[in-house]
């Protein structure tokens, strides 16, 4: 699976951003994806996940309630919303799959992963 990820920028505190990763090489039909985030000196962290064939989602603390995973199944696109930026967020943004279908938070789970996509939100 090759993935491409997009759409990240420099955005203020309180603005929102969509990411996108478009999937191919492979039905995504069996696959889970997620989003997973780096800042400099940090490990990678979790943000959240997608069951593809059931749209069955998983967020992390700091992700529920402001962010929002979807997926356009005709697309083989997954989308990240994010609302009510805060300059905690500025990262680069991975997109990652795994063959098993169930959705996990540990990123050694994901077999492929996407360029990241770098976000900054200044305050």
């Known amino acids: 699976v090759q993935l491409q990820a997009s759409g990240g920028g420099l955005v203020q505190a309180g603005d929102s951003l969509k990411l996108s990763c478009v999937a191919s090489?492979?039905?995504?039909?069996?696959?889970?994806m997620g989003w997973f985030r780096q800042s400099p000196g940090k490990q990678r962290e979790f943000v959240t996940a997608?069951?593809?064939?059931?749209?069955?989602?998983y967020y992390s603390s700091s992700a529920r309630g402001r962010f929002s995973i979807s997926r356009d199944n005709g697309k083989n696109t997954m989308y990240l919303q994010m609302n009510s930026l805060k300059p905690e967020d500025t990262a680069a943004y991975y997109c990652?799959?795994?063959?098993?279908?169930?959705?996990?938070?540990?990123?050694?789970?994901?077999?492929?992963w996407g360029q990241g996509t770098q976000v900054t939100v200044s305050s």
């Open positions: 990652a799959a795994k063959s098993m279908t169930d959705t996990s938070s540990y990123y050694r789970d994901y077999d492929y």
């Open positions: 090489g492979r039905t995504v039909s069996n696959l889970a």
């Open positions: 997608i069951r593809w064939s059931t749209g069955n989602t």
